[in-house]
């Protein structure tokens, strides 16, 4: 099986094609343009695997998007390119409309053209696997409510709109014209190769050089975090063993306010990194509460039982597991992150606008 991945030098991206070249016998085309948060690092090890390959290409560039699919012919698309940080949404949105509305139209109608003219055989084996996020589905109100795969869709942000959008494409090309799309939605991910934007490598980072770690209002918003490699094992079990025009809701089962996370984050660095930058006694008193960010939802929680029943897949990191795991990787792969904050990033507060 050759698996066509977008996105595959990012976060989440470049967990799936780990996991597709170390855990199984399948070949893996990584798709990337690789933006800023783009990284062949993250792949250690790749380019000397004869099932992968490598084509930096923009999913904006159609003409590029259909000769992959005719140089490749890969039996599955899992589609995870997408501009995902909120902040940067809220002050520059024409790029996540350009990539995650326009982008998908272009994967969704290449594929849609490869597909029609693939033999029978293999095009009813043929797969188009959308990655998504929960926050399509907005704020959860009540303290028990868990998204589930037939919430209403309400996004908040910018980024959220512009998923919510790939989604409603997804399934339109699904239902109008056909193709065999899979659509599964995601709760808050961290671990290792994490780019520092995010809050969890943001604090470690910031930490680690004495500088503030900025906390959006009170801290008390409410995440489901989900540790990255538990979703790559996720997203490749639905993209062999998902049914066609299903959704499937993929999340940690591990509810934590901002707040605690980064308290949790120091709490580590006390114990695993204990020689700290000069001025800092403790780690937690970097801690400063900042305007929140416009727009800002409160908790979002995932209901993950429908993966679970169907297709039996189940976390295998606890919160506490998987965040010393990454706090450990960052600890022990700093040449990683130096050449990260050696370029564009430099462990800046965005999202202010408003």
């Given at each position: 099986m050759k698996i066509l991945v977008t996105?595959?030098?990012?976060?989440?991206?470049s967990a799936v094609v780990r996991h597709i070249i170390n855990d199984t016998n399948n070949e893996v085309v990584n798709l990337d343009c690789l933006t800023y948060a783009g990284n062949l690092e993250s792949i250690p090890g790749a380019t000397e695997c004869e099932r992968y390959s490598f084509e930096?290409?923009?999913i904006c560039d159609k003409e590029e998007v259909l000769r992959v699919f005719e140089q490749h012919k890969p039996?599955?698309?899992?589609?995870?390119?997408?501009?995902?940080h909120v902040d940067r949404s809220i002050e520059g949105p024409g790029a996540f409309i350009q990539t995650n509305v326009i982008?998908?139209?272009n994967m969704l109608d290449a594929a849609r053209g490869y597909w029609n003219a693939l033999p029978a055989e293999q095009k009813k084996s043929f797969r188009f696997h959308h990655i998504s996020t929960d926050e399509v589905y907005g704020d959860l109100e009540g303290t028990?409510?868990?998204?589930?795969?037939t919430t209403s869709y309400a996004p908040s942000s910018p980024y959220s709109a512009s998923k919510a959008s790939s989604d409603h494409l997804v399934r339109a090309w699904g239902r109008t014209y056909g193709l065999p799309v899979i659509v599964t939605n995601c709760s808050n991910n961290y671990g290792p190769y994490h780019f520092p934007e995010k809050l969890i490598p943001h604090m470690i980072l910031n930490a680690l050089h004495g500088k503030p770690l900025p906390v959006y209002g009170d801290g008390m918003q409410i995440r489901d975090w989900l540790f990255v490699e538990d979703h790559a094992r996720a997203l490749y079990k639905v993209v062999t063993e998902g049914v066609i025009?299903?959704?499937?809701?993929?999340?940690?089962h591990n509810e934590q306010s901002n707040l605690h996370v980064v308290k949790t984050v120091c709490a580590l660095l006390e114990d695993l990194a204990p020689e700290k930058p000069e001025g800092v006694a403790k780690y937690k008193d970097l801690i400063t509460f900042v305007k929140d960010r416009p727009g800002h939802d409160v908790r979002y929680a995932i209901d993950a039982s429908k993966i679970e029943k169907e297709l039996g897949w189940t976390p295998e990191e606890t919160f506490e597991s998987g965040l010393k795991k990454?706090?450990?990787w960052y600890l022990n792969n700093t040449s990683w992150w130096q050449n990260v904050l050696s370029g564009e990033y430099k462990l800046g507060r965005?999202?202010?606008a408003g």
């Open positions: 996105g595959g030098a990012g976060f989440i991206g930096q290409v923009d039996d599955a698309v899992m589609h995870l390119a997408a501009e995902s982008g998908t139209f028990d409510d868990l998204f589930t795969e025009g299903e959704t499937y809701n993929i999340g940690g990454t706090v450990e965005l999202g202010q």
